[in-house]
Structures are given as structure tokens and as C-alpha cells.
């Protein structure tokens, strides 16, 4: 697999190789793949079903042939992949994605600072990271000013500082991307929007504390209507729906089954004996994230979201956003919830709990 950064609207951004057992080869040049899924997210092998669309020549004989539809194969990467693209449907690994506004988490800019400061080997970036670093790609790293390092809400001037600081470190460590840079009118504008966009914060964060006691453990079959009732109750009391992500990582929790560690939602709660204040704070921005990239999806510009953090990119799979849309001066949307999400449930008491909730 090669990399091309040449015009993006001309020539492939991607070139893929396939070479069959009997010699036969085929050069593909895509034009889209199809978002791989929640399995393969939480998978610890390095093979992947790659499915998509574009065109190629295939040498059948000496003489090449042109063709174009649909194409899949099989792929082993010799490195694991640890840098994950949210798009809509699912999640590609960096290079698969042609183009578009990166947005950039806490976690990503982490690991380049390491690069920068020679905490990490080269060859670390070269595998994945070095695919950000391309003319063809906007970077913005606007949510990792808004997290920030102090686990609370940043001020306005440390929220200025922190994207500052983090576009100068990105540009450093890749220095052919596009990174962006804001002006007084921006700060103001991406300031002003998240801080609106986390207003329920202290209702989520209320209903957070409230929660981890009764999900710290695996629920056992003789308490789950009981903290369901009593959750559902809780929920409603403040406010909160099903299209809440801290509600809905809640009950993925409890509603796992015993001895399941790979359900994503405990994975971000992280609920624990002493929880605290930061604690709620973290769990928050990451599906803060994952609302407002769904909300930014809205935008005729490709919005990516980039992470490194595998179950983020495995919730984001298993709650389906789509129709997203600008209604009576606020965004909406609708989820599509998978089996996997509350696997103790039926598909029967999937809809008979979401209709509790929302009754």
C-alpha cells in the first residue's frame, strides 16, 4: 500500500495491492471503503475485511485490464492498528479516509508530544501518525484545548492557551499538515459553542455520582430490575433521555453480562470505589466528543473524529447516530442502538426499556 499526496481531486490519495495466491495482481485505486464495525474494533488480531469502491487494472494475462465496482480483501497489518477515524457507520484506520477536518482528541496530541520530545521511537509515528502528516488533511485540535490537562473546564484564556499550545505541537511533529490556526473571532466562536453544548454537564455529572455505586459491580440477576427502576427514575428526575450518552453508557453497564470485560461503556465510566469529580469530568468529554461530532457531521466539509481511544471508537459503532439536524435553534438526532449494547436484554426488553425511559 502506497500513500499519495498529490491533488486530492486528480489522483489517488491510496493505492491498494492485491496479489492472489495463483500470481494473478490487481491495483486498486478506491474511491470509498466501507467503515469497518464494532467487532472489529474490539478484535486483538491485525487481519480486517476491507470492503469498497473504486476502480483498477488487473493482469489476468500480460495484457492489463480496466475495471471499476466493487471490491474486498482480506488485509493483515504487520502493526496493530491504534489510531481509529470515526466516520459516519463506523471507523477506518487514518489512511483509508480521503480527506476531510480532523478533529483531534487529548489522546492523539499526547502521543505526538511524546514523539516530539523522543519519549516514543520513531517508527511508532511511521506506522499510523505519519498518515496525518499530509497536505491532504486539516487538523484541528480545538477538543484537546477544550479537555486540556487540569480535568475541569478550562477558562477561556487557558482554553486560547491550550490550542495554541497544541496546533504549535502538532506542527512540529507533522509538519505537512495543514493545522489550524484561530484568530480572536474563532476562539470566541468554539469557546462560546462547547460551553453551551455542555450545559446538561452538571445534571450528567449528578446522575454519574449517582450511578457508579450501583454499576462499580457486575449487577447480579437478583438487582437488576431493582437499580433499573431505580436509574430510570433518577434519569427522569433530572432530565436526561435515551439520546443522553452518560445514560446510555450507564446502562450498558448494567446491563452486561457477568464476566463480559469488553463492553465499551465501563471502559469510559471507569466507576470505582472513590470516584471523583475529574473522574466524572473525563468519562464527560469523551461522549461530550461524540455529541458534537455528530452535530458537526452537519457540515458539508468531512469531519473526522481521531482517536486513540479504542473503546470511544467501539461506543461510537454500537449507538448508530444519524439524522442529524439544526431544529428550533438546536441540533438533534437519532440513535440506532446495537444488540450488543445491553446484552442481558432481548430485542423485546431493548424496546420495553428505552420505552420506560422515555414514558
Known sequence: MTSHTTDRDVKPWITLRHVAEDGQKAD???????????????????????????????????????????????????????????????????????????????NVLSTLTKIGDGRIQPDYRDIWLNFLDSPRLVINPVFCAWEGTSRRTPTYSEFRD???????????????????????????????????????????????????????????????????????SKAKELGLNDRSLVVIAVFSCLFEKPGDRSLPGRKILKPKQRYTEQDAYNALCDLRYLELYMCSRIIEEPMILCTRDRAMTAFWCLIGPHSVRWENGKFTYSLEFSEHLFPRLSAEGREAFLRDLLG
Open 28 to 106: 486498486i485505486v478506491p474511491r470509498s471503503f466501507k467503515p469497518l464495525t464494532y467487532s472489529d474494533a474490539i478484535q486483538r488480531h491485525n487481519r480486517y475485511r476491507i470492503e469498497g469502491s473504486g476502480g483498477g487494472t488487473i493482469w489476468k494475462t500480460s495484457i492489463p485490464e480496466k475495471v471499476s465496482g466493487t471490491f474486498s480483501m482480506n488485509i493483515e497489518f504487520y502493526r496493530k492498528v491504534h489510531v481509529y477515524a470515526l466516520v459516519k457507520g463506523g471507523w477506518l484506520p487514518v489512511p483509508f479516509v480521503p480527506r476531510g477536518i480532523f478533529l483531534i482528541d487529548q
Open 162 to 232: 491550550g490550542f495554541d499550545a497544541a496546533s504549535s505541537r502538532i506542527s512540529a511533529v507533522l509538519p505537512k499538515a495543514n493545522v489550524i490556526r484561530f484568530e480572536r473571532v474563532h476562539y470566541d466562536a468554539a469557546y462560546t459553542s462547547i460551553r453551551d453544548s455542555v450545559e446538561p454537564q452538571e445534571k450528567e455529572t449528578e446522575f454519574l455520582f449517582y450511578a457508579v455505586p450501583l454499576i462499580r459491580e457486575r449487577t447480579s440477576a437478583a438487582k437488576l430490575k431493582e437499580y433499573q427502576r431505580s436509574l430510570v
